[in-house]
Each structure stands twice: as structure tokens, then as C-alpha cells.
């Protein structure tokens, strides 16, 4: 009994022993395949350790969104690459040369665009201003009849409209005298859907 006991401990050793090998010969790979078209970086959760410590260090830096320098226009990490990308509006070169000193890091790619965080904000808070007043409330002020609801799209660098009811009546007229007076560009309309309980 004593010797089966250690023939098969000494099997199960071996076999442990030349699956480390194995393993240990193997070599890295950088990138390993998601599906069939698509390839992840397997640096891709480092990255977005990086990314996360390069937005904190911008809060820092510069308190809340709100204060970011009036060439922000947002950031958001490439879904398949990790790496942080920081959208720019109207920066020279020498700010961002700065920006990437003052954060101690080469880890950003900048990509310039249309509309500052700040203009996208002013836009989007009109808006939902203006749709509140559209709307229909009951007694106690609870909307009864949503009409849209606005928000930034960071990575379209736009204010996404979703308007209810849209594929059956359109926007609504007060909502389409609102929207004609902001640049169509920086605009998205799409049908909005609303929840309903079950």
C-alpha cells in the first residue's frame, strides 16, 4: 500500500514537473486573440492602471472637470489598445508638451476635435434646460410626458440627443425650433425609448 501510495505520488510529481517545463518554455506573447478578428493588447489592464493614476493626477491638478484647461474636450481609453486618449480642442502643442510634464508621463495620445468639455457642457445643460420647460408635469412637478434627454458623447464629441416618440411623430416643433439655433455638427438626434414597468 506504502509503495502504490508513493508510485503514484512520484507519477503525479512528474507530471506536475513537466507541465512547469512546458509552461516555462513557452514563449510571451504581446497579443492574444479575443475572437477571430480582434486582438488584445495583454498589456491592456496595465494601460488602464495608467490611464486611471493620469485622470486622477488631472483632478489634482486641477480640482473638478469644470476647471480642466478650456482645451479639454474630454478622454476615454481605446477600447482595444487600453491607452488613455485625450480629446483637444484648439491646444497648441506647447500646452500639451506642459500637460504631459506637469502629469509626469508620455502615456497619452492626444487627438484634436471640434468642441471643447466646456461648449459640449453649455450646449447639453440649454438643452435639458429647455426640454424641462417642454415637458408636461403633474401637480407636484414629476414629468409626465418626457419629451428628450440630452448628453455629451465623449467620443464623438457631441451632444446626443434621444428624442421620444421620434420614429413615430418626429421632434416635436418646440424642440426643433430649440435645436435649430445650435450648430447641427455638434448634434446627434437619435429615438429615445422610454422604460416601461411590466
Known amino acids: 500500500m506504502?509503495?502504490?501510495f508513493l508510485i503514484r505520488f512520484s507519477a503525479l510529481c512528474m507530471t506536475s514537473l513537466l507541465l512547469v517545463l512546458a509552461l516555462a518554455g513557452r514563449e510571451e506573447r504581446t497579443a492574444a486573440p479575443a475572437d477571430d478578428n480582434l486582438q488584445i493588447d495583454v498589456n491592456y489592464f496595465d494601460k488602464q492602471g495608467e490611464a486611471l493614476q493620469i485622470f486622477q493626477k488631472m483632478q489634482n491638478l486641477y480640482?473638478?472637470?469644470?476647471?480642466?484647461p478650456d482645451f479639454y474636450?474630454?478622454?476615454?481609453?481605446?477600447?482595444?489598445?487600453?491607452?488613455f486618449i485625450m480629446l483637444t480642442c484648439n491646444a497648441q502643442q506647447s500646452e500639451l508638451?506642459?500637460?504631459?510634464?506637469?502629469?509626469?508621463?508620455?502615456?497619452?495620445?492626444?487627438r484634436p476635435v471640434k468642441y471643447s468639455m466646456k461648449e459640449l457642457k453649455a450646449?447639453?445643460?440649454?438643452?435639458?434646460?429647455?426640454?424641462?420647460?417642454?415637458?408636461q408635469k403633474d401637480e407636484n412637478g414629476y414629468t409626465i410626458r418626457p419629451v428628450a434627454m440630452a448628453n455629451i458623447d465623449?467620443?464623438?464629441?457631441?451632444?446626443?440627443?434621444?428624442?421620444?416618440g421620434l420614429?413615430?411623430?418626429?421632434?416635436?416643433?418646440?424642440?426643433?425650433?430649440?435645436?435649430?439655433?445650435?450648430?447641427?455638427?455638434?448634434?446627434?438626434?437619435?429615438p429615445g425609448f422610454i422604460a416601461r414597468e411590466l
Open 167 to 190: 420614429q413615430q411623430h418626429g421632434v416635436p416643433p418646440d424642440l426643433q425650433r430649440i435645436l435649430d439655433q445650435i450648430d447641427d455638427r455638434m448634434l446627434n438626434i437619435v
Open 154 to 164: 465623449v467620443m464623438a464629441n457631441q451632444v446626443r440627443v434621444e428624442v421620444y
Open 123 to 135: 450646449v447639453r445643460d440649454q438643452l435639458m434646460e429647455e426640454i424641462d420647460r417642454l415637458e
Open 63 to 68: 480640482g473638478s472637470v469644470d476647471h480642466f
Open 97 to 110: 508638451e506642459s500637460l504631459k510634464l506637469l502629469l509626469q508621463t508620455e502615456n497619452i495620445t492626444f
Open 2 to 4: 506504502k509503495g502504490q
Open 73 to 83: 474636450a474630454g478622454d476615454y481609453l481605446d477600447s482595444v489598445s487600453g491607452d
